[in-house]
């Protein structure tokens, strides 16, 4: 491990987070400040800069940290991991430097989600400026790739969506072979969005109100796609839709998918049961009992519920995650965790 400091016992590591004050970065921030093996040592944004306890009053007397001008230098010289909880297409201006410099990185940003620049660029609409990372970044699914999280120095943290959405499908597509559609319906709470300034998210457009937005053109939609093409071996279609709650946080998705071959609700259960069977974090409900957002909120876990049509080819399949733990922060640190070989639900449960 580069940078590894003398003055910390054994499987302490020094942790730092740029971009920490957005609604991801905070929640990084109070994942990492609780957890056991973590020393925070290094807090940066662009915009702010501040003490932490006063940026976010919620850690008065639990933190002297403050958060400054980002600088990489300083963070090269003071941490041993770096979370990039950054706008899209700029952790692609500081990863390269930190990986460089023998850190380990956790990008939290779509910028290295995407093995072909040519797809990040139509759906981000901005030139990749380090291709030569993105096929070292590995995708950080913890349920699926946890062999290669184990080794890997770069993580690619998956989108929110994506996260509630390969779950919820993962065991059906790995193993059906006659789909014939997905659909993914999905809807988010408010600061999935982020904490930018736009007027589509004041409180008064968003109280009591319910819309889609970006129908069939979402930026997650490929990458949905692409792992889940993935594990079924060929290319699938995923149809999604996103919508805004009228919530501060979580995520439910209602996932259809049709199928050529009939499949009954206890054989889909039993699939699903034993493709998560060692899984912490991921919660199966018993047949018939669908998942809601108050069961995950401000938990790192996802909960799926299934059901089957009478004719047994429409299966339909909930699952739900809080969007800032398990659809971001949770994950990074989750990944964290299987990177330097600590019990992976430490600081998350």
């Given amino acids: 491990m580069n940078n590894q400091s003398q003055e910390y016992p054994l499987k302490m590591i020094r942790a730092g987070i740029l971009g920490v004050s957005g609604y991801t970065g905070c929640q990084a921030f109070a994942l990492l400040l609780g957890h056991p093996h973590v020393r925070l040592t290094y807090v940066a ?25 980002l600088n990489i230098k300083e963070a090269v010289k003071k941490c041993d991991v770096v979370f990039l909880a950054l706008p899209h297409t700029e952790s692609m201006l500081f990863a390269p430097k930190l990986l460089k410099a023998g850190l ?12 072909s620049s040519k797809v990040y660029k139509t759906w981000y609409g ?30 690619a943290n998956p989108g929110c969506y994506p996260t509630a959405a390969i779950l919820g499908l993962a065991p059906l597509v790995a193993c059906a072979k006659d789909i014939r559609s ?41 990458e949905i796609e692409q792992y889940v093409s993935l594990l079924a071996g060929r290319s699938l279609s995923v149809y999604f839709v996103a919508h805004l709650l009228p919530l501060t946080r979580g995520i439910l998705n209602t996932m259809y998918v049709q199928l050529k071959e009939g499949i009954t609700l206890n054989q889909l259960h039993v699939l699903y049961k034993k ?10 409900h018993p047949p018939g009992d669908q998942p809601e957002i108050k069961n995950v909120a401000n938990t790192n876990f996802c909960d799926i519920g299934l059901a089957v049509s009478p004719d047994k080819k429409m299966v339909v399949i909930t699952s739900v ?29």
């Fill in 182 to 222: 997905i659909i993914v319906d999905a809807k988010s709470g408010v600061s999935g969005a982020g904490r930018k300034t736009s007027a589509g998210l004041h409180f008064c457009e968003v109280n009591e109100n319910f819309k889609a937005y970006k129908v069939l053109s979402h930026q997650h939609a490929p």
């Fill in 275 to 284: 493709f998560y069977k060692i899984e912490p974090f991921v919660r199966l």
């Fill in 126 to 155: 901005h030139q990749h400026s380090d291709t030569k990372n993105l096929s070292r970044a590995i995708y950080g699914l913890p349920e699926l790739f946890r062999q290669k999280i184990k080794n890997a120095c770069f993580i």
């Fill in 321 to 349: 995650i809080d969007n800032l733990i398990k659809g971001a922060a949770g994950q990074a640190v989750q990944n964290m965790n299987i990177m330097y070989g600590f019990n992976e639900i430490e600081g998350l449960i």
């Fill in 45 to 69: 944004a662009n915009n702010t800069v501040g003490a932490m306890s006063a940026i976010f009053p919620e850690f008065l007397n639990r933190t002297t940290l403050v958060c400054r001008k």
């Fill in 104 to 115: 380990k990185v956790i990008d939290l940003s779509a910028d290295y989600r995407f093995k």
